[in-house]
Nanobody, 130 residues
């Protein structure tokens, strides 16, 4: 069965950095689109980044472009999110997501707006203080 386990995060001061990891098991990681979402209290879950299956090309939300870097290590079945220049508005629960169907990620817009066709981790909290 699919398992996604996030780690990293915690409390960080504004301007600081942190790195999230997502260890995947129960499926052929290298065949599936992967990405990160986040959800702040009282807000909807939003797409942060999407990483293509083999090329590693990543797409980002406008709010994190240039500050966050998503990557994957297919040999280690692990997804990463490097977060730099953090802002208080980045405070949220961050979730690792895997597509439910093997193959191409498709377009970024569809990936980030479609929540029902993904498998999810339990989330890891990132809190950025001013």
């Amino acid at each position: 069965q699919v398992q996604l386990v996030e780690s990293g995060g915690g409390s960080v001061q504004a301007g600081g950095s942190t790195r999230l990891s997502c260890a995947a098991s129960g499926f052929r990681f290298s065949d599936y689109c992967m990405g990160w979402f986040r959800q702040a209290p009282g807000k909807e879950r939003e797409g942060v980044a999407m990483v293509y299956v083999t090329s590693g090309t990543a797409y980002y939300a406008d709010s994190v472009e240039g500050r966050f870097t998503a990557s994957r290590d297919n040999a280690k079945n692990t997804l990463f999110l490097e977060m730099n220049a953090l802002k208080p508005e980045d405070t949220a629960m961050y979730f690792c997501a895997a597509g439910q169907h093997a193959g191409s990620c498709g377009v970024w817009y569809r990936w980030k707006t479609s929540l029902n066709d993904k498998n999810w981790g339990q989330g890891t909290q990132v809190t950025v203080s001013a």
